[in-house]
């Protein structure tokens, strides 16, 4: 399973666009990149997935280059409700999806 | 639509005793997975399950088991509880193996 590599915390202020680069060098050509967000005594909640170039949806936006060895979660205009822990996880869904999070980044957004 | 729902939310328990705990799908999800989250630390791989087999198991002792019921339900059994074992478990689901998860709120433990 590939092992990633996430920033452990980040600093925002509110209406700022925040950026998660997460790093996952030996990604294997079946897996999917996935974000979770989760806040305190609450389960992960499902952000966004990809496998390639972009993707958007009403919360996030993720970035993969080409080589797909990095990936970076992008989360426009926070507000304060979105302090949280990201996980970043990249896992092959023929393998049993058995996801491994990382430690997490700990975004706290500041007024 | 109900979410992933687990039993108990809390419980406390003494080292070395047993204990189960449940978990419901989203109606309709296959799979289900158990995690385990140390206060601090990222949710650990336990199991996953997929039409009632398992599919996977993560770096646990063999005091850690689970299965999956004809309705999708599942449990997750703990035997000869220690007090590392004290953690919030978390239970997802999803309709394929290969899908994202939908995790519940957890049950959080406490070995004294």
């Known amino acids: 399973l590939a092992k990633t590599t996430q920033p452990i915390s980040m600093d925002s202020y509110e209406g700022q666009e925040v950026n998660i680069t997460c790093s996952h060098n030996?990604?294997?050509?079946?897996?999917?990149i996935t974000w979770y967000q989760q806040f305190p005594s609450q389960g992960p909640r499902f952000i966004i997935q990809?496998?390639?170039t972009k993707v958007t949806n009403e919360v996030a936006s993720l970035f993969i280059p080409a080589d797909r060895k990095s990936s970076t979660l992008s989360l426009p205009r926070v507000s304060l409700s979105d302090t949280a822990v990201y996980y970043c996880?990249?896992?092959?869904?023929?393998?049993?999806?058995?996801?491994?999070f990382g430690g997490g980044t700990r975004v706290l957004v500041k007024p | 639509d109900a979410g992933v729902t687990q039993s108990p939310t809390h419980l406390i328990k003494t080292r070395g005793q047993h204990v189960t705990l449940r978990c419901s799908p989203i109606?309709?999800?296959?799979?289900v997975s158990w995690y385990q989250q140390v206060l601090g630390q990222g949710p650990q791989f336990i199991f996953q399950?997929?039409?009632?087999?398992?599919?996977g198991r993560g770096n646990f002792p063999d005091r850690f088991s689970a299965r999956q019921f004809p309705n999708y339900s599942s449990e997750l059994n703990v035997n000869a509880l220690l007090l590392g074992d004290s953690a919030l478990y978390l239970c997802?689901?999803?309709?394929?193996?290969?899908?994202?998860?939908?995790f519940g709120s957890g049950t959080r433990l406490t070995v004294v």
């Open positions: 997802a689901s999803s309709f394929y193996d290969s899908d994202a998860y939908t």
């Open positions: 030996n990604i294997a050509t079946n897996d999917y």
């Open positions: 990809g496998y390639k």
């Open positions: 996880l990249v896992g092959d869904g023929a393998a049993g999806n058995k996801l491994t």
């Open positions: 109606s309709g999800h296959k799979s």
């Open positions: 399950y997929y039409e009632k087999e398992e599919r």
